[in-house]
């Protein structure tokens, strides 16, 4: 484990500190968890873009994306505590 000191917005900070207790995690726990899940969007944003861009039919249409939407509503309902 790496240590580092950072500064939070008050704010912020009672937010964090509000949701590790939610949580049952330690401050810290909870922001390494935040920090790696904004850090895998932005990955996966990427490869988005990056698919995107390498592909003849350019950027996904509305439908395109919506359908997808649907797929992952449906996985995600047939998963252990999906809606």
């Given at each position: ?7 939070l ?23 390494n ?5 904004a850090l895998?969007?932005?990955e ?18 509305a439908?395109e ?5 649907r ?8 998963l252990?505590?999906?809606?």
């Amino acid at each position: 484990m790496v240590k580092r000191s950072v500064s939070l917005d008050p704010d912020v900070a009672s937010r964090v500190q509000s949701a590790a207790e939610e949580d049952a995690v330690s401050f810290s726990t909870w922001l390494n968890d935040a920090a790696d899940q904004a850090l895998r969007l932005r990955e996966g944003l990427k490869g988005v873009a990056t698919w995107e861009a390498d592909t003849p039919g350019g950027p996904l249409t509305a439908q395109e994306i919506a359908e997808g939407e649907r797929a992952v509503a449906a996985l995600l309902g047939q998963l252990p505590g999906g809606s």
